[in-house]
């Protein structure tokens, strides 16, 4: 196809502003595209290389502008296409009114000025442009970039330097893209969704779905090394969770880096959420995943700084293993990092996607028991409260509650996985009362009433008994004794001396508290030892966040 031919047609699509019709455009592009429809595909959505490719362009805005301004003439400067760019807002606008092409130089005569530039092309000199390395790359690049400018008509102007900045600005993403593949080629609009799922490679997708139908689409499976789009968490409760499934999957949520681990039997490849290989930059991550896996396999997980007692660090300590990449080894000895794998995504020649959580999990302990997550299967709201507080505890972020039952979706942000972070809107109440404990607890408070602040005094909101340690009840039990006013059978009135900080899943109206309120769910988050109980929520705090 005629680069001119695309630009043509991109132009109609940036016109259109209805959805269903843009679709349609979009399907006769990719019906008309012939052997380019791979490039067609992903040009369209302002990408040069596949979604899974780590291939980088690395062309800039300043590159492409000297590049445009080379093309325009000894008359045009950066300058003046800067002050373009401040007018238009837009690189595709200015680069179309230059007056492009005619220009002599290197570049120019190394390809013939005479043919029309064809996305074929314009596909093989960027990529030729994306593995120039080293020094000198930065002219060959803008050399390259001048070449094709100087031959581009002011629609290719328009695109070609949109596509070298990876943004089309016409409306085409992802989901057009696979209804389009739909509308042209005639196949189901899921089977082109899963197929991009595990390939993700749009370009394989549409070639396939043209020349082998829905049977073709459904025989695209996984590849180890080709990476996929993670699956995403939405935020959620213990009881949302609960709610919706009978049983919740609890996992630790480790505040470090997703990283997609691929074996294929002998090496291991990294990528990063944004699908970047990383490789070079976690040895021990890679040494690991040798030593412990006997079968090819594509594994999920988290990698999380650790400093030297074993306790998770920020995660920006693992981004620092990224940027360093020159110098892993000095960096390696400075952070130590571990992987926390949380799923399977394929094992041993099987794909795993459509397998439900638990089984995928229960796949991921056989074959690498010692580097996955400890998980917990729980229907208890108060069992997963105690989860939440021990992740915390630890040093971790939160946890994750999971859906057993749910299938991997790649790229989605669906309600399988929620994030339950510690509550954003904790509340720092005042003890006034306890109770003694029972059982094992029997010589220590076991509960706690707290209070919010009101103009009279302070009125009570809840119970708190969970999150608390065996320990931790002991030495508050100490701390409380001199406060106690009044004992009645095992309850006790205190004087209003220290703070809790509390978290907890919901506020309700409540006969049940003085101060009309309950928090469902309430559990120690910590002693603030930096408050008196002056300082302490106000009922006025309460209704706000109820409201
Ligand atoms: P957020 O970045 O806040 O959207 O939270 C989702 C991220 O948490 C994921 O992309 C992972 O990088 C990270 N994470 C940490 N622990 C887990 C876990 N056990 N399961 C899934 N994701 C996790």
Not at 21 to 48: K, N
Not at 141 to 154: A, Q, V
Not at 287 to 298: D, G
């Amino acid at each position: 196809m005629e680069f001119s031919e695309f630009a043509d047609r991109a132009a109609a699509i940036e016109a259109e502003s209805a959805d269903l019709e843009t679709i349609s455009l979009v399907a006769e592009l990719f019906a008309d595209a012939g052997d380019d429809l791979g490039s067609v595909s992903r040009f369209i959505q302002g990408r040069v290389f596949p979604a899974h490719d780590t291939t980088k362009l690395d062309v800039g805005p300043s590159l492409c502008y000297e590049a445009l301004a080379k093309a325009a003439g000894r008359n045009v400067t950066i300058t003046d296409i800067e002050s373009e760019l401040a007018e238009t807002g837009e690189i595709g606008l200015v680069a179309e009114r230059l007056d492009l092409g005619g220009q002599q130089g290197l570049a120019a005569f190394a390809s013939d000025s005479e043919e029309r530039l064809t996305v074929s092309d314009i596909e093989t000199e960027l990529r030729s442009m994306a593995t120039a390395s080293g020094s000198g790359s930065t002219d060959t690049k803008r050399d390259t970039l001048f070449g094709l400018f100087n031959r581009s008509e002011p629609l290719e102007a328009r695109f070609l330097s949109r596509l070298v900045l990876g943004e089309m600005r016409i409306g085409v993403g992802e989901r057009t893209v696979r209804d389009s593949i739909s509308e042209a080629f005639g196949v189901p609009v899921e089977s082109v969704e899963r197929a991009l799922q595990v390939s993700n490679d749009c370009g394989v997708v549409a070639r396939t779905a043209k020349t082998e139908g829905e049977h073709g689409l459904e025989g695209i499976r996984l590849r180890v090394g080709r990476p996929i789009q993670a699956m995403l968490a939405q935020v959620g409760t213990a009881l949302d969770a609960l709610e919706a499934w009978e049983e919740v999957a609890v996992e630790t949520k480790f505040d470090g880096v997703r990283i997609q681990v691929h074996y294929d039997g002998e090496t291991v490849s990294l990528f990063s959420r944004n699908l970047e290989d990383v490789t070079d930059s976690l040895p021990e991550v890679c040494n690991r995943v040798e030593s412990s896996l006997e079968s090819p396999a594509i594994i999920d997980g988290e990698v999380v700084a650790v400093g030297t007692d074993g306790e998770p660090l920020p995660f920006q300590q693992v981004l620092r293993r990224f940027r360093r990449k020159h110098d892993v080894e000095a960096t390696r000895e400075d952070i130590a990092v571990e992987l926390y794998a949380f799923d399977c995504l394929h094992i041993d020649g099987e794909d795993l996607l459509e397998k439900p959580l638990k089984h995928r999990h229960k796949r991921l302990k056989e074959h690498f028991a010692d580097g996955s997550v400890t998980r917990t299967y729980s229907n208890d709201v108060e069992e997963i409260a105690d989860l939440e507080s021990g992740a915390l505890t630890a040093g971790h972020e939160g946890i994750m509650l999971k859906n057993p039952g749910s299938p991997y979706t790649p790229g989605n942000r669906g309600r399988n996985w929620l994030k339950r972070k510690p509550d954003v809107e904790t509340l720092d109440l005042v003890v006034t009362g306890a109770e003694w404990g029972e059982g094992r607890r029997a010589n220590v408070f076991g509960t706690f009433l707290v209070s919010v602040r009101t103009d009279a005094g302070y009125e009570p909101i809840g119970k708190v008994a969970t999150g608390i340690t065996d320990d931790e009840l002991v030495s508050l039990t100490e701390r409380f004794e001199p406060y106690v006013r009044t004992e009645t059978g095992t309850t006790l009135d205190i004087d209003p001396e220290i703070v809790f900080e509390v978290g907890y899943e919901e506020i309700q109206r409540s006969p049940t508290y003085e101060s009309g309120y309950a928090l469902r769910f309430p559990r120690l988050i910590g002693v603030r030892e930096d408050k008196s109980p002056d300082d302490a929520d106000t009922l006025k705090r309460v209704e706000r966040l109820y409201a």
